[in-house]
T-cell receptor, first 113, second 110 residues
Framework: DAGVIQSPRHEVTEMGQEVTLRCKPI?????LFWYRQTMMRGLELLIY????????DSGMPEDRFSAKMPNASFSTLKIQPSEPRDSAVYFC???????????FGPGTRLTVL | EDQVTQSPEALRLQEGESSSLNCSYT??????LFWYRQDPGKGPEFLFT???AGEEKEKERLKATLTKKESFLHITAPKPEDSATYLC???????????FGAGTTVTVRA
C-alpha cells in the first residue's frame, strides 16, 4: 500500500522565491497535518485539516505561509516569499481521524539561500 | 503551556543491553500518547498509542508503558537495527494537535 507521498523530496531556492510543497495522503484518511522539523525547534505542527477543511492554523509562522486542501487526495503548503529561516524539513502526515495515529510522509528538505 | 520532555537526549547501548527511555508530560488532560521511531532522512514511523494509565503495548523488542505523568519505552536486548531517534508525542483532550518531545537518539553497537 502506498503511504503518504510528498513532492519534491528536495528543494533549493533563493530568498524571495515562491515555494510549493505537495502532499498526497493515504487513501481513506480524513485528516491531514503539515509539520516542520528543525534541529533547534524539533517537530512543529503548522496546520491541520479534517475532511478538507482547515481546523487549526495557529502554528503557521507568518502570512507568508499558506496551505490548501482542494480535495481529499491532495494538499499544498506554499511559502511566498521564502526566507533563509524557512529552511527545514517539511512533513505531511495523514490519519483516519483527528484522534488517531498519524502516518508521516518522507518529507521535503527545503533550503532557501 | 503544555510540554513534553524526553530523556536522555542520547543513549549508547551495547547489543543486548536493555534500557528505557522516558517521556514526561504536563498533566492537563491526556487524550493519547504516541511513540514514533525516526531514522535519518526519513519521516517518523508510528510505533504505539497509549490512552490510559496502566496501559502497555509491545512490538518485538519494544514495550511502551504509561502512567499519569510519564511514559517509558523499554528496549529489551537491542540490536544494531534498533538504532534510531525515538519520539514521543502527546495529544491533549482540549486539542487534536500532537506536541512532540525533542527525542532520544539511541545507538546500539554490535
Amino acid at each position: 500500500d502506498a503511504g503518504v507521498i510528498q513532492s519534491p523530496r528536495h528543494e533549493v531556492t533563493e530568498m524571495g522565491q515562491e515555494v510549493t510543497l505537495r502532499c498526497k495522503p493515504i487513501s481513506g484518511h480524513n485528516s491531514l497535518f503539515w509539520y516542520r522539523q528543525t534541529m533547534m525547534r524539533g517537530l512543529e505542527l503548522l496546520i491541520y485539516f479534517n475532511n478538507n477543511v482547515p481546523i487549526d492554523d495557529s502554528g503557521m509562522p507568518e502570512d507568508r505561509f499558506s496551505a490548501k486542501m482542494p480535495n481529499a487526495s491532495f494538499s499544498t503548503l506554499k511559502i511566498q516569499p521564502s526566507e533563509p529561516r524557512d529552511s527545514a524539513v517539511y512533513f505531511c502526515a495523514s490519519s483516519p481521524g483527528l484522534s488517531s495515529e498519524q502516518f508521516f510522509g518522507p518529507g521535503t528538505r527545503l533550503t532557501v539561500l | 503551556e503544555d510540554q513534553v520532555t524526553q530523556s536522555p537526549e542520547a543513549l549508547r547501548l551495547q547489543e543486548g543491553e536493555s534500557s528505557s527511555l522516558n517521556c514526561s508530560y504536563t498533566v492537563s488532560g491526556l487524550r493519547g500518547l504516541f511513540w514514533y521511531r525516526q531514522d535519518p532522512g526519513k519521516g517518523p514511523e508510528f510505533l504505539f498509542t497509549l490512552y490510559s494509565a496502566g496501559e502497555e503495548k509491545e512490538k518485538e523488542r519494544l514495550k511502551a508503558t504509561l502512567t499519569k505523568k510519564e511514559s517509558f519505552l523499554h528496549i529489551t536486548a537491542p540490536k544494531p537495527e534498533d538504532s534510531a531517534t525515538y519520539l514521543c508525542a502527546v495529544q491533549y483532550s482540549n486539542d487534536y494537535k500532537l506536541s512532540f518531545g525533542a527525542g532520544t537518539t539511541v545507538t546500539v553497537r554490535a
